[in-house]
Nanobody, 125 residues
Framework: QAQLVESGGGLVQPGGSLRLSCAAS????????MAWFRQAPGKEREFVAA????????NYGDAVKGRFSISRDTRKNTIYLRMDSLNPTDTAVYYC??????????????????WGQGTQVTVSS
């Protein structure tokens, strides 16, 4: 059973940083496109970042460009989301997703085949 498990969420002050992790199990996702999405209360799910199988090509949502960085470690079957300069509008549940087709990088959630359960990120003073 393929499974994605996020970790690293929590409470952080404005201007702070966090690194989220998404560990894949049950299959090797080394050839899959991977992504992060988020959903804030009362809002639609939003694309955050995506990375293709080699890790060399990435794409970011406009709201996080220049502040967030996605990466992957194929040996560990894990992807990461480094988040800097966090502000309260970044508060959301963050979800990891995997897509069998790794390129082009997809920004719509419906393009992804596997999802994690999410991890809460709260930015507040």
């Amino acid at each position: 059973q393929a499974q994605l498990v996020e970790s690293g969420g929590g409470l952080v002050q404005p201007g702070g940083s966090l690194r989220l992790s998404c560990a894949a199990s049950g299959r090797t996702f080394s050839t899959y496109g991977m992504a992060w999405f988020r959903q804030a209360p009362g809002k639609e799910r939003e694309f955050v970042a995506a990375v293709e199988s080699t890790g060399r090509r990435t794409n970011y949502g406009d709201a996080v460009k220049g502040r967030f960085s996605i990466s992957r470690d194929t040996r560990k079957n894990t992807i990461y989301l480094r988040m800097d300069s966090l502000n309260p509008t970044d508060t959301a549940v963050y979800y990891c997703a995997a897509r069998r087709r790794d390129f082009p990088l997809a920004t719509m959630g419906s393009s992804y085949d596997y999802w994690g359960q999410g991890t809460q990120v709260t930015v507040s003073s």
